[in-house]
């Protein structure tokens, strides 16, 4: 009898989840393993799949206070209806993504068996510059969605974040790192580039500051003094934050913001290093896969994700979040000499490997 996995998600638009999700999904429909996703809103699909992997959109809108007070709910009654009317209230695996999701699918009729997987660090990102009482509302209503549920993070660190940040339940607490296509990644570094300098540092991802923490990038670059250019890719609100922070910094005229672009590999596969200033990640994707591309990365060490990637020798660049004058150090260093990276020190996370890891979730008893 085949198997049957079904994914919930916000959206499978930009951003780190859903490439998750696509790997994932991949992985197992290769397997023969059947695969559903349904996304909660009608977010244009970013990510092409095949067609035997079966996309559908359950979709709510309020249209007034009152709907949008309840909008978790009906959301989620909406989802029962669907799920009923196509016979997937039994998958063998149910695993929901992002927090929109986690909120409609704890009020489903699947909730007992679904499995939540968590992507950001908790205490930030829940959190951020919350105090006094809101901050304790804030804790209250985390720790209500997920006690008593089964949670998957993506690092060690959201794991115990969960624990110690909000007094969630360890017990049903899980973390497996996330999947990367580490074969089709380094094909696709291969494609030949020519909108960049020939030597440069390199940034992906969201352009924003509130976790990616622009200010902080920008400010060890020009106080590292290298003349080595820093190339960004990506978009978001920070754009023009970056764009006037150069400027006052003088060192405009070496910052390239290429936008966004369908293929990052080549562009990590040429860097000089690849660079994360974050205060706050999850798992970051974009440490593993400049690594698949055996490029080397400079990276805070912000919890939660880095630390977990950037081990052995290559927690020699990891710098503490208060040290931004060991933050210029490291680009100096890298920019005189490129260290070399094995070509198997991401292999475990592949994303063979790690799937298997949620195949495993299908023999737990809830």
Same mark, same amino acid.
């Given at each position: 009898?085949?198997?049957?996995?079904?994914?919930?998600?916000?959206?499978?638009?930009?951003? *780190?989840? %859903?490439?998750?999700?696509?790997?994932?999904?991949?992985?197992?429909?290769?397997?023969?393993?059947?695969?559903?996703?349904?996304?909660?809103?009608?977010?244009?699909?970013?990510?092409?799949? %095949?067609?035997?992997?079966?996309?559908?959109?359950?979709?709510?809108?309020?249209?007034?206070?009152?709907?949008?007070?309840?909008?978790?709910?009906?959301?989620?009654?909406?989802?029962?209806?669907?799920?009923?009317?196509?016979?997937?209230?039994?998958?063998?695996? =149910?695993?929901?993504?992002?927090?929109?999701?986690?909120?409609?699918?704890?009020?489903?009729?699947?909730?007992?068996?679904?499995?939540?997987?968590?992507?950001?660090?908790?205490?930030?990102?829940? /959190?951020?510059?919350?105090?006094?009482?809101?901050?304790?509302?804030?804790?209250?209503?985390?720790?209500?969605?997920?006690?008593?549920?089964?949670?998957?993070?993506?690092?060690?660190?959201?794991?115990?974040?969960?624990?110690?940040?909000?007094?969630?339940?360890?017990?049903?607490?899980?973390?497996?790192?996330?999947?990367? @296509?580490?074969?089709?990644?380094?094909?696709?570094?291969?494609?030949?580039?020519?909108? =960049?300098?020939?030597?440069?540092? !390199?940034?992906?991802?969201?352009?924003?500051?509130?976790?990616?923490?622009?200010?902080?990038?920008?400010?060890?670059?020009? @106080?590292?003094?290298?003349? =080595? #250019? !820093?190339?960004?890719?990506?978009? *978001?609100?920070?754009?023009?934050?970056?764009?006037?922070?150069?400027?006052?910094?003088?060192?405009?005229?070496?910052?390239? $913001?290429? *936008?966004?672009?369908?293929?990052?590999?080549?562009?990590?596969?040429?860097?000089?290093?690849?660079?994360?200033?974050?205060?706050?990640?999850?798992? #970051? $994707?974009?440490?593993?896969?400049?690594?698949?591309?055996? =490029? %080397?990365?400079?990276? &805070?060490?912000?919890? &939660?994700?880095?630390?977990?990637?950037? &081990? *052995?020798?290559?927690?020699?660049?990891?710098?503490?979040?208060?040290? #931004?004058? $060991?933050?210029?150090?490291?680009?100096?260093?890298?920019?005189?000499?490129?260290?070399?990276?094995?070509?198997?020190?991401?292999?475990?996370?592949?994303?063979?490997?790690?799937?298997?890891?949620? /195949?495993? !979730?299908?023999?737990?008893?809830?």
């Amino acid at each position: 009898m085949t198997r049957h996995v079904l994914f919930v998600t916000d959206h499978m638009n930009a951003g *780190g989840a %859903p490439v998750v999700i696509r790997d994932l999904a991949l992985t197992l429909d290769e397997q023969g393993i059947k695969v559903t996703i349904v996304i909660l809103s009608d977010e244009i699909l970013s990510h092409r799949l %095949p067609d035997s992997i079966q996309i559908h959109h359950v979709l709510f809108k309020h249209s007034t206070w009152w709907q949008r007070h309840h909008r978790y709910n009906l959301h989620a009654k909406a989802l029962d209806n669907w799920l009923e009317k196509n016979s997937m209230l039994s998958p063998d695996l =149910t695993v929901a993504h992002l927090h929109y999701s986690h909120q409609v699918v704890s009020r489903s009729k699947i909730k007992k068996d679904a499995w939540y997987c968590i992507h950001s660090n908790p205490s930030l990102s829940f /959190l951020g510059n919350k105090k006094g009482l809101s901050k304790h509302i804030k804790k209250n209503k985390v720790k209500d969605l997920y006690s008593n549920k089964n949670i998957i993070g993506v690092s060690s660190g959201v794991k115990l974040s969960l624990i110690k940040k909000f007094g969630v339940n360890g017990d049903n607490i899980i973390h497996i790192h996330n999947p990367v @296509d580490i074969e089709k990644i380094r094909t696709l570094s291969n494609e030949t580039i020519s909108d =960049t300098p020939e030597k440069y540092f !390199l940034f992906v991802g969201r352009l924003e500051q509130r976790s990616k923490r622009f200010d902080r990038l920008l400010q060890a670059y020009s @106080d590292s003094q290298i003349k =080595t #250019p !820093l190339v960004i890719i990506g978009e *978001g609100d920070a754009k023009q934050l970056i764009t006037e922070h150069s400027k006052r910094l003088n060192i405009a005229e070496r910052v390239f $913001l290429l *936008g966004a672009r369908n293929n990052p590999y080549p562009y990590m596969k040429n860097a000089q290093a690849l660079i994360l200033s974050s205060d706050y990640e999850g798992f #970051p $994707l974009v440490i593993v896969e400049a690594l698949a591309c055996q =490029t %080397p990365v400079i990276s &805070t060490n912000c919890p &939660t994700g880095p630390e977990e990637i950037l &081990t *052995g020798s290559l927690s020699h660049y990891l710098v503490p979040l208060d040290k #931004p004058d $060991l933050f210029a150090k490291k680009l100096r260093e890298v920019n005189d000499l490129r260290p070399y990276i094995a070509d198997d020190v991401v292999s475990h996370l592949d994303r063979k490997h790690v799937t298997a890891r949620y /195949l495993e !979730l299908m023999h737990t008893d809830n």
